[in-house]
């Protein structure tokens, strides 16, 4: 079994930082690709940003030039910086990591974090 532990949410005025973390834990061998995804109420979850275990990084372009994602292999664990939030980047963000575990590759999810973005 495989978990993820999401932390780093809260509420922040429009303009204001946060950063999120997502450290893994349990029975596996190795995590490939990790990302964050969010949703809005009312929306479909969607995926904004992914890192190899490389480091190759992408982005929606919803967010691009705004967060950061980057992760620590040695404490299995991904970061996403968030700058310059908006009230529109307001969601539940979810942290997934795609990792091999006895022989097969999975996806696990975090439980989410709750980020607001309000005056």
């Known amino acids: 079994q495989v978990q993820l532990v999401e932390s780093g949410g809260g509420l922040v005025q429009p303009g204001g930082s946060l950063r999120l973390s997502c450290a893994a834990s349990?029975?596996?061998?190795?995590?490939?690709?990790m990302g964050w995804y969010r949703q809005a109420p009312g929306k479909e979850r969607e995926l904004i940003t992914t890192?190899?275990?490389?480091?190759?990084?992408n982005y929606a372009d919803s967010v691009k030039g705004r967060f950061a994602i980057s992760r620590d292999n040695a404490k299995n664990t991904v970061y996403l910086q968030m700058n310059s939030l908006k009230p529109e980047d307001t969601a539940v963000y979810y942290c997934?990591?795609?990792?091999?575990?006895?022989?097969?590759?999975?996806?696990?999810w975090g439980q989410g974090t709750q980020v607001t973005v309000s005056s």
């Open positions: 997934n990591a795609n990792v091999l575990t006895w022989g097969r590759r999975e996806n696990y």
């Open positions: 890192i190899t275990s490389g480091g190759t990084t």
């Open positions: 349990g029975d596996f061998a190795t995590i490939y690709v």
